[in-house]
Each structure stands twice: as structure tokens, then as C-alpha cells.
């Protein structure tokens, strides 16, 4: 039950003027790819939640995050930190997916995560593409970014 990454392909960015901005993200825990490889979502929105449910979490505010996607029926549930780790348990429509628990380092899953979501942005700002959404996801990631600075000091 390890090997618990993200994915996000920032160059899959797609801007909509009357919506927000779309791209594949998916997670990987063993080989297995959820909700599926190459899964194409609201990434700057699915982002901008993961990293704040990170930060509930970090705090201590929470022990438990559930984070959806907006398309399909899928979330995963997210626990922890627990001795420097973070537990994954994939979900669909709530019910648990045979198979899809997984953990990762707490401080290299969160460093993944703002990685990627930072050429996330870089990308919507080559795009002149700026919104609530984008703007919420950078607010989240200095929150992340504080938040493993203490965590992981």
C-alpha cells in the first residue's frame, strides 16, 4: 500500500472564457490510476481543493478531508498526517474502491501537489487566462506552503 502520487499534466490546460479551466489530473497508488489515466477534470478548481484539505489536515483542524472531482462519481477521502504519513482511500460514488488504499509521505506529497499546481497557474498565466478559481488555488498553496514550512521545519 504504497506509491501514492498525483498527476497533473499542466500542458492539457484548456481556458474557457464562460467557465473554468480544464486539464488531466489523476491519482496513482500501486499502478493504478484513478479515477483513470489521463482524466480530464476542472483541475484548477480539483487543485485548489486538494491543497486546502492538505492544510486542514497540517493544522491539526481535521484528521479527515474528502475531496471530489467534479466530473463522475469519484472522490477520495484523505486521513492523517500520522507519523509523517497521509492515507488515501479512493472513492464512488462513496462507496470505497476495491483496492484504492494507499499512503505517501505527507511532506513529498504536499511538495508534489504545489509543484504541479504551480505550473498550473504558470500555465493559465501564459494563457491570459485569470479567474476566482486560479486566484482561490494560489491563496491555497501559500497557505500549503506555510503550513509544511512549520509541519516539515
Known amino acids: 500500500m504504497t506509491g501514492t502520487l498525483i498527476i497533473v499534466d499542466a500542458s ?62 469519484y472522490s477520495i477521502e484523505i486521513s492523517g498526517p500520522t507519523a509523517g504519513m497521509l492515507w488515501f482511500q ?12 494507499g499512503n505517501a509521505s505527507a511532506r513529498e506529497f504536499a511538495r508534489s501537489l504545489i509543484s504541479q499546481a504551480r505550473d498550473v ?7 491570459n487566462w485569470w479567474s476566482s478559481d486560479a486566484a482561490a488555488l494560489e491563496s491555497s498553496l501559500v497557505s500549503l506552503e506555510q503550513e509544511c514550512q512549520r509541519a516539515f521545519s
Not at 27 to 45: Q, T
Not at 90 to 101: F, H, I, M, T
Not at 121 to 127: E, G
Request: charged fraction near 20%.
Open 12 to 73: 492539457s490546460l484548456e481556458v474557457r472564457a464562460d467557465g473554468p479551466a480544464t486539464g488531466k489530473l489523476w491519482f496513482v497508488i500501486d499502478g493504478y490510476a484513478f479515477p483513470s489515466h489521463g482524466w480530464n477534470d476542472f483541475v484548477v478548481v480539483v487543485l485548489s481543493w486538494f491543497a486546502a484539505a492538505l492544510v486542514l489536515l497540517f493544522r491539526g483542524a481535521s484528521t479527515r478531508e474528502s475531496v471530489n472531482f467534479m466530473d463522475g462519481p
Open 121 to 127: 497557474l504558470d500555465a493559465c498565466r501564459q494563457r
Open 90 to 101: 479512493l472513492l464512488e460514488s462513496r462507496k470505497a474502491k476495491e483496492g484504492g488504499l
